[in-house]
């Protein structure tokens, strides 16, 4: 299934590539034809429309299963004395020993 999400992207992020070139173009056929600029033919603003909302959808479902907002709801799962355990704050290695060698 994420195969059919990728695809969405891809061919999102074509459609809006194309729909960019068929802009530059069109603003060269005015240019040429010495005519004023008013605003984009509607095809081309419902193809950027159309390709902006395939790459949403399609980033939207490749990301996977967002986590919840509540900083305690990770928290749940843990015990009393997991909580005061910081294990990330346990650095035996670190370059603090190199300031306080003795020289031998």
């Not at 299934?1 to 960019?20: P, Q, S, T």
């Not at 004395?81 to 370059?95: G, K």
Request: aromatic letters at 12%.
């Amino acid at each position: 299934m994420g195969f059919y999400y990728k695809m969405c992207v891809a061919v999102g992020l074509i459609a809006l590539a194309h729909a960019a070139y068929s802009a530059a173009q069109h603003r060269t056929y005015l240019r040429l034809t010495e005519k004023e600029f008013t605003r984009l033919p509607i095809d081309i603003l419902v193809q950027s429309i159309l390709g902006l909302l395939a790459i949403g959808y399609g980033v939207v479902n490749v990301s996977g299963s967002f986590r919840e907002i509540k900083a305690s709801a990770e928290l749940e799962n843990k015990t009393w004395e997991m909580l005061s355990n910081r294990q990330a704050f346990y650095v035996f290695n670190h370059r603090g020993k190199a300031l306080f060698q003795t020289e031998e």
